[in-house]
């Protein structure tokens, strides 16, 4: 009985284990090759455990950057959420992401967040849309001229090539909505 015992053990912790293994995303990669100011090259996962690379998997012609450094800037996020979807329906090829920066740390680390974060997060298309850069985030910041973790910053970044058009930080408010409603009228076909 005890050899039984021992065994449904090993295969219960293996068990585990590969489960941990198949769900833990992938250390980031970033390459920053580039002194104009565009968006590095740069991987992550998002919530539904796809691994995207950046600029090159951007979708839209035109993609809407919010990034964000602290677990507290979710709220900043949120204010410009409805406006955002709002943005994607009235101009085609233009998609948002929302890229939670965080520190390189250990892939159970990185599985404990992103699974917290999919469990908090009930909409597809705000997990498909999240991708979480697990990098050093000096280097990212310095990329893209950020210069600092106090707030979000929003980027409105190219497909080709992830050059950088417009930059806004903090909450949503009306001026910077309308600044970046007016470009947009401009870029239109």
């Known amino acids: ?70 677990q507290e800037h979710q709220a900043l996020v949120n204010t410009w959420i409805p406006f955002m979807q709002k943005l994607e329906e009235e101009y085609p090829g233009l998609i948002y992401y929302e890229l939670p920066t965080i520190q390189e740390m250990p892939a159970i680390s990185r599985t404990f967040i992103n699974e917290g974060m999919r469990a908090g997060i009930p909409d597809q298309t705000a997990r498909e849309r999240t991708i979480t850069l697990y990098i050093d985030k000096e280097i990212f910041k310095s990329a893209l001229s950020i210069p600092n973790e106090q707030t979000i910053h929003l980027l409105l970044v190219e497909h080709d090539g992830g050059g950088i058009i417009w930059r806004a930080a903090g909450a949503y408010d009306d001026t910077t909505a309308s600044d970046l409603v007016e470009l947009l009228k401009n870029k239109k076909p």
């Open 1 to 70: 009985m005890n050899q039984v015992v021992m065994i449904l053990i090993i295969v219960l912790v293996i068990g585990v284990a590969g489960f941990l293994w198949y769900i833990s995303p992938a250390k980031s990669k970033m390459i920053v090759d580039s002194d104009e100011f565009q968006f590095p090259k740069v991987s992550g996962f998002n919530l539904d455990r796809q691994e995207y690379f950046f600029p090159q998997d951007f979708e839209g012609d035109l993609n809407l950057v919010v990034v964000a450094f602290q």
